[in-house]
């Protein structure tokens, strides 16, 4: 495995490999040719979604994304959400065999569960240091959304 | 010979249908399975298991069974009770709604009076609605959200009540047991072979499949889909859908009214539609805002929403802004011109949509709080 850097997740110690950039929404992006991007979740999202049950995509090869437009959904054991696509560009593959068998998302991560390839430009993509200091932000929103959402459920019980 | 699996239910039987969801949970994998054992084991009782029924296209093998079946049918899915009533509906295998008591604890109203008031209410639009005009077989289907418990034996007993209800409890069909298997003796263990000659078989011919001792199962493997299903008890006709979806999903029938023609030309994940209607009767089973769902307005989610910190951006729209950027999105995507936003959209009606937003998130129930707990632990907060 090449270098990688790690981000303290609380105890939980999450790696991400330099050998490729990342989306400010938690995906990693290997380059594959020229404005070629393939995509996965990274560890840091993995780690929040845990045990991933399903997914789906809504969105078809050959068509084409504006950033942040929701492109699917994804259910894990804890969590669920929208897939929003990371930059803005052309869909050029989709990993259908996820359909089948999610879990090779918290298999192999950075690997054989990717979840889609992309055609565009890479202005919105970070650098492994830079999604690192993203990362120290984006953990006390992601605290404090999930206590947020733990404590709306509290007063609503009461 | 006994050939043929096909259904044939009487009245004096009930059907227990365990549609399999998509989600590769190995706790809701499990909960089906205790369910469909446990259901076999109950007097007059039969059981499939189907494919997620959502997903079933018109020339499905096990929708063919269940069009064969005229008895009532407890219908157990991962999908809110209402969507999967009205999906069945639409598979052409109808119904009265059944009274169910095993509901979904996120969904049930504290508030007794509320729940009263509701019921008690009139429905000025009772004449209009289609489900009144175009009205259902009398058998009943009692739709069960299998959210509501993870405990078999709160399903043993919504069964039995069922059963009673049904007046089909007296146990005619025993547990099983190798003597009854091996000597058939009772006419009700006949229903499956549907000519009443099981008599004169060879005893090595009959599973325990055909006597409805063990569920019965369709080897099916449907793809996804997406597209709206209509509540044509809400529904009345207004053809505010058909105006609004620019992709021709919609169409008539012969008697003029509304239904899912071309549901494979629907946009994957585009719930716009259902924002528009003014009586909340299109719903997207699959959607992941509740109210889309089926579920009642103002139900929670059941788990964190991860939406905003895996980039949903932050909006504040209307429904009628909503569907019409779905729609224009979906336009885009399909290599059409977007178009501008009234068309199609009747404001005024589409105004009082209000409830149906991505803001229906809070949840509260003891099972989401206790996850949510969980997480928090485990994140180590």
């Known amino acids: ?19 490729r950039l990342y989306a400010r929404n938690h995906m990693w992006a290997m380059p594959l040719a020229e404005k070629v991007f393939r995509f996965g979740f990274s560890a840091y999202a993995v780690r929040l979604l845990q045990d991933v049950y399903f997914i789906d995509f809504d969105v078809a090869v050959d068509t084409n994304l504006s950033s942040r437009q929701e492109f699917g959904s994804i259910e894990s054991k804890k969590a669920e959400s929208g897939l929003y696509a990371p930059i803005s560009g052309h869909v050029v593959r989709v990993n259908d065999q996820l359909l089948e068998d999610p879990s090779c998302i918290n298999i192999d991560k950075y690997g054989e569960g990717w979840l889609m390839e992309m055609q565009g430009e890479p202005d919105e993509l970070l650098s492994p240091t830079a999604y690192l200091e993203h990362l120290v932000k984006a ?14 459920v509290e007063s609503d019980e009461e | 010979m006994v050939t043929d699996n096909s259904l044939h239910g009487s009245t004096q039987e009930l059907l227990v249908i365990v549609s399999q ?9 499990a909960l089906e399975e205790s369910i469909a054992a446990m259901s076999v084991t109950l007097p007059n009782t039969s059981c499939l298991v189907v494919p997620h029924l959502y997903d079933l296209g018109n020339d499905s093998l096990t929708l063919e069974k269940l069009r064969s079946w005229s008895g009532p049918i407890v219908l157990l899915s991962w999908l809110f009770d209402r969507a999967a009533f009205w999906v069945l509906d639409r598979h ?5 709604s059944g009274e169910v008591q095993l509901l979904n604890p996120d969904l049930v109203s ?27 077989p009398s058998r009943s289907i009692y739709s069960i959200d299998l959210r509501s418990s993870m405990v078999v034996a709160d399903y043993e007993q919504e069964f039995r009540r069922i059963l009673s209800l049904e007046q089909i409890d007296a146990p005619k069909r025993d547990v099983l047991s190798l003597d009854r298997f091996l000597n058939p003796t009772n006419t009700t263990a006949l229903a499956r072979d549907g000519s009443g000659t099981l008599e004169t078989l060879n005893k090595s011919d009959v599973t325990l499949t055909q006597l409805g001792i063990v569920p019965l199962r369709v080897d099916e493997h449907p793809t996804r889909r997406w597209y709206p299903v209509i509540d044509y008890s809400r529904c009345t006709n207004c053809m505010e ?31 716009a539609c ?26 929670g989610g059941f788990k964190i929403d991860l939406s905003k910190l895996f980039g949903a951006p932050d909006r504040d729209e209307d ?36 409830d149906i937003s991505e803001s229906t998130v809070p949840a509260k129930a003891r099972d989401a709080l206790d996850s949510l707990i969980d997480e928090l632990d485990a994140l180590d907060l």
Not at chain 1, 1 to 19: I, K, Q
Not at chain 2, 112 to 136: C, F, G, L, P
Not at chain 2, 243 to 256: H, I, K, P, S
Not at chain 2, 289 to 297: D, F, L
Request: hydrophobic share 35%.
């Open chain 2, 319 to 354: 429904p009628v802004a909503a569907a019409a950027r779905e729609r224009n999105e979906q336009l885009i995507l399909a290599g059409r011109a977007a178009v501008e936003m009234p068309t199609g959209v009747a404001t005024s009606k589409g105004a009082q949509q209000a």
């Open chain 2, 92 to 96: 052409g295998v109808r119904g009265q």
């Open chain 1, 139 to 152: 953990w006390d929103v992601a605290q404090r959304t999930i206590k947020g959402q733990a404590n709306s």
């Open chain 2, 21 to 29: 969801g998509q989600s590769r949970s190995p706790e809701k994998r």
């Open chain 2, 110 to 136: 504290d508030d007794e009076d509320d729940d009263e008031s509701v019921e008690d209410r009139i429905d000025e639009k009772a004449d209009e609605r289609v489900a009144n005009i175009a009205t259902r």
């Open chain 1, 1 to 19: 495995m090449s270098e990688s850097l790690t981000f303290m997740m609380g105890e939980f110690a999450a790696e991400f490999p330099c050998d």
């Open chain 2, 274 to 299: 259902s924002r528009v209607c003014p009586e909340n009767a299109i719903m997207f089973p699959q959607h992941k805002t509740p109210a889309i769902a089926g579920a009642p307005i103002d139900a």
């Open chain 2, 241 to 271: 859908c058909i105006d609004f979806c620019l992709f021709g999903v919609y169409g008539v029938d012969r008697a003029e009214t509304i239904l899912v023609e071309q549901p494979d030309n629907c946009r994957k994940g585009c719930p």
